[in-house]
Nanobody, 116 residues
Framework: QVQLVESGGGLVQPGGSLRLSCATS?????????MGWYRQAPGTERELVAT???????NYLDSVKGRFTISRDNAKNTMYLQMNSLKPEDTAVYYC?????????WGQGTQVTVSS
């Protein structure tokens, strides 16, 4: 069982920033080929927000390009999602996902609410 621990969600005003973190153990982190952030708003399907490979290649949902940045710190065994210029439509539960071989593991989710 791969344990992914998320943190950093909360309530922020439109235009504000938050940084999400997803941490795991060193042994697990070294085996992860690709990590990503997904989000799910009430009544909608879970959608891909951003991904990053072991080599550092990134991919983003069109609506977050230029506002969100995904990164990974191998020394801290942690993946981040820096979210700037947040909008109310970014409100959702954000989940991290890690892929090792053919298997995917998910974090527990962290709530992000953008509201004035």
């Amino acid at each position: 069982q791969v344990q992914l621990v998320e943190s950093g969600g909360g309530l922020v005003q439109p235009g504000g920033s938050l940084r999400l973190s997803c941490a795991t153990s060193r042994s697990i982190f070294s085996m992860i080929s690709i990590m990503g952030w997904y989000r799910q708003a009430p009544g909608t399907e879970r959608e891909l927000v951003a991904t990053i490979t072991r080599g550092g290649s990134t991919n983003y949902l069109d609506s977050v390009k230029g506002r969100f940045t995904i990164s990974r710190d191998n020394a801290k065994n942690t993946m981040y999602l820096q979210m700037n210029s947040l909008k109310p439509e970014d409100t959702a539960v954000y989940y991290c996902k890690a892929t090792i071989g053919l298997f995917d593991s998910w974090g527990q989710g962290t709530q992000v609410t953008v509201s004035s």
